[in-house]
């Protein structure tokens, strides 16, 4: 089973090269924003606690997210292996993450980050939001907020997964196709 943790600021790219590598390689692709967006959508309880912090731009309570994210794992027992987009977010959660990938006899592959400047990436974020319909990148305090969010909470997941090895990052500005490029000779050469 390989599990790979796409890493990346808030328009990295993240979901766009996460459609690639999933038919390359066979994964689950699992996107917490996406599934966030989801339970949102059909007004679930999960939506219900999600929503403030999401409109905000801030991280939904860990205990929340770890629980959705598990619950959806386990939905693909016979997964070739997972692709974690969104997931880990926070140094706790990557804590339960290393402490459940072994409770289905797995762990954490290998965590690649998408790297782009900030100011390229909150341009992209208010260009997205004028055809993605998403609040959080209509408004630039909001897309500021999950930049902070992710400088405080985000950022230390590197120095993590440096110390066990895991930690690898590409050039995330270019063709689609070149990043991809980027992606997928990291994945062939762990
Ligand atoms: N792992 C996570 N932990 C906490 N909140 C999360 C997590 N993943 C997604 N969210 C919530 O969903 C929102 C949207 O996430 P996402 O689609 O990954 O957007 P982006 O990477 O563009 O900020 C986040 O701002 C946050 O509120």
Known sequence: MINIVLFGKPGAGKGTQAEFLKEKYNLTHLSTGDIFRFNLKNDTELGKKARVFMDNGELVPCEVTTAMLIDEVNKHPD?????????PRTLDQAEALDKFLPTIGSSVTATIALEADDEILVARLLERGKTSGRPDDQDEEKIRVRYQEYN???????????????????????????????LTSVIDNL
């Open 79 to 87: 997964s070739a292996g997972f692709l974690f987009d969104g997931y």
């Open 152 to 182: 405080e909470k985000t950022a230390p997941l590197i120095g993590y997964y440096k110390e066990q090895n895991k930690f690898h990052a590409v050039n995330g500005i270019g063709t689609i196709e070149e990043i991809t490029e980027r």
